[in-house]
């Protein structure tokens, strides 16, 4: 009993509040249509239906009267705070779209908002979703998104396709391209109004794409970047997320189409919140992998300019991950366009769908981005699968001596023969001494016309340890590996550009038989070290050598 006790009083206690205010006062309301779309049918009947008829298509006592004056006019009580609605012409199939046919947000109105009764509310009709045309229809961001499946198809074709391509990497660069495309596909396909009514779930498939796309473009990118052929340990708990997902949506799937279609148009606030949970987390989990994703760059970076002579063909991951940062900070305005809805009783329905559109449209732009480069620089797709080898280290067995691996030689440099750890042992040269031998070895030999001339393979030839080298290059000439090397290179150049040996030479070849491996290369390189450009350079140091374009 002194439990019943407690909890009557405590109800009582809460409850009081809401029963001391006053019963809400109903708001009369008048909607006008005050212009409808040229082609509606001249014996069209006309409803208004919204969240207070439960979103009946037909509601006979919210049905349109017409004026003398060929407007339209209903009159509708409520005392809800928040009233949505739209018009239609007697079914779902006829319902008020937008200005290019599509499928427009829920009109609303705020109780908060009446100053006068009757509240008038004047309603412009723009088109009806059966009416309208096909060019209407297909609007120019729908074949955007069309093209880039397209697009995303092609390149699926084309890069296993590439001789000598990166397969670990690229397998899964594959796999990321065909579930976009496929997404994609599913959100253009949605989006048309008769396939939403007939197939409600078809529109909850795109949204795989908030647990899925991030992971694999973060294992797509250490394999590229540190060829790490086998899958690393835990792999697939990347994928947990996105089964999560699966199973969230999955009553939603299995719900009677009608029933769902139903739920969306009325926005089931159940739905609503699942979708704007999922879309929060998604956005929290994807933006993580991005900045996963970015330090994985800056650490590939770090390393090739530390061991790697060559600049490999990676700066279109920047510009990917310049759009996907786009792509998030438009995912977050639009939390924050919720937010501010929420907060100030502010229509901003109309605002958020189009800024999810211009998400998905950011998101489609990655893979054009991937085409333009798999034509005008297809060598990002043929990374060879031993670029990445770290430093060259010592391979003992157990009471053996330990002995060097042997690298191949290039070119007319000799290459080491296996010595001993004794003979390998930490020179006792100063940093001077060290630096003069690194001198007379660059001058007799030109190691780095090698255009994949390593660290590890420089030292092997000059019989030092690699950390040696390394500290010679590093505090020597107050450079790294790639720098120190691109530099030497630069300087052959210049030398060639006065011998009248090279004159019948282009400044591309030229660079090519100096090192360089690609002309955006060189052109960074010479940019970097020289603070010109290479045509800048030629105009103010004239020579017989044709200069190309830049």
């Known amino acids: ?86 018009v239609t012409r007697g079914d779902w199939t006829s319902v008020e779209g937008r200005g290019n046919g599509k499928v427009r947000p829920n009109r609303v109105l705020f109780r908060n908002e009446v100053s006068r009764q009757p509240h008038d509310v004047d309603i412009h009709i723009q088109s009806w979703e059966d009416l309208s045309g096909t060019f209407e229809f297909f609007s120019l961001y729908d074949l955007l998104l069309l093209f880039s499946v397209f697009q995303g198809l092609l390149l699926i074709i084309t890069i296993p396709s590439i001789q000598n391509y990166n397969r670990p990497a690229n397998r899964w660069l594959v796999l990321l391209l065909g579930l976009t495309s496929v997404l994609l596909l599913m959100r253009f396909v949605g989006t048309n109004r008769n396939v939403a009514q007939a197939y409600a779930k078809l529109q909850l498939l795109p949204d795989l794409l908030l647990f899925l796309y991030a992971p694999i473009f973060f294992i797509y990118l250490r394999k ?114 919720v937010g501010i809805g929420s907060a100030a009783d502010l229509d901003i329905l109309e605002i958020a769908g189009t800024n999810v559109d211009i998400i998905w449209l950011t ?51 000799p290459a080491a023969t296996p010595t001993s750890k004794a003979a390998a042992s930490e020179p006792t040269e100063t940093l001077l001494e060290l630096k003069q031998q690194v001198d007379a070895f660059m001058r007799r030999h030109k190691p780095y016309t090698n255009p994949n001339l390593t660290l590890a393979e420089l030292a092997l030839r000059m019989k030092l340890p690699p950390h040696v080298l390394s500290k010679v290059i590093n505090e020597g000439y107050q450079k790294n590996f790639f720098d120190f090397i691109n530099q030497l290179r630069i300087d052959e150049l210049k030398t060639r550009l006065n011998d009248p040996r090279f004159r019948s030479y282009t400044l591309l070849s030229m660079a090519f038989e100096v090192g360089f491996n690609s002309k955006t290369a060189f052109n960074r390189s010479f940019k970097k070290l020289t603070n010109q450009t290479p045509s800048e350079y030629m105009h103010t140091h004239p020579s017989g050598v044709t200069i190309i374009d830049e």
């Open 363 to 413: 998101f489609s732009s990655i893979i054009f981005l991937l085409g333009y480069y798999a034509i005008h620089q297809p060598e990002i797709f043929k990374l060879p699968d031993t670029q990445h080898l770290p430093l060259l280290e010592e391979t003992t067995e157990p009471g053996q001596p330990a002995t060097e691996l042997v690298a191949e030689p290039a070119g007319n440099v």
């Open 224 to 337: 590229l970047l540190f060829n790490t052929n086998r899958p690393a340990a835990g792999w697939w708990r990347h994928f947990l997320p996105a089964v999560l997902q699966v199973a969230i949506y999955m009553p939603f799937l299995l719900t009677d189409n009608k029933e769902l279609q139903l739920k969306m148009v009325n926005h089931d606030p159940w739905l609503q919140g699942v979708f704007l949970g999922v879309g929060l987390l998604g956005l929290i989990y994807n933006s993580i992998y991005w900045w996963l994703c970015r330090r994985a760059i800056t650490a590939y970076r770090e390393h090739y300019q530390m061991t790697q002579s060559t600049e490999h063909q990676v700066h279109y991951l920047n510009a990917v991950l310049a759009l996907q940062a786009v792509c998030l900070g438009l995912w977050a305005f639009f939390f924050v366009l």
């Open 1 to 86: 009993m002194k439990r019943i006790c407690l909890i009557h009083w405590l109800f009582i206690f809460l409850a009081f509040p809401a029963m001391a205010q006053q019963p809400t006062q109903a708001v009369l309301y008048r909607f006008v249509i005050t212009e409808v779309p040229a082609n509606t049918p001249h014996d069209a009947t006309l409803y208004l239906t919204g969240n207070f008829t439960k979103w009946n298509s037909a509601p006979p006592d919210y049905r349109f009267k017409k004026q003398p004056d060929g407007t339209y006019q209903v009159f509708m009580r409520s005392d809800l705070p928040r009233i949505e609605y739209k």
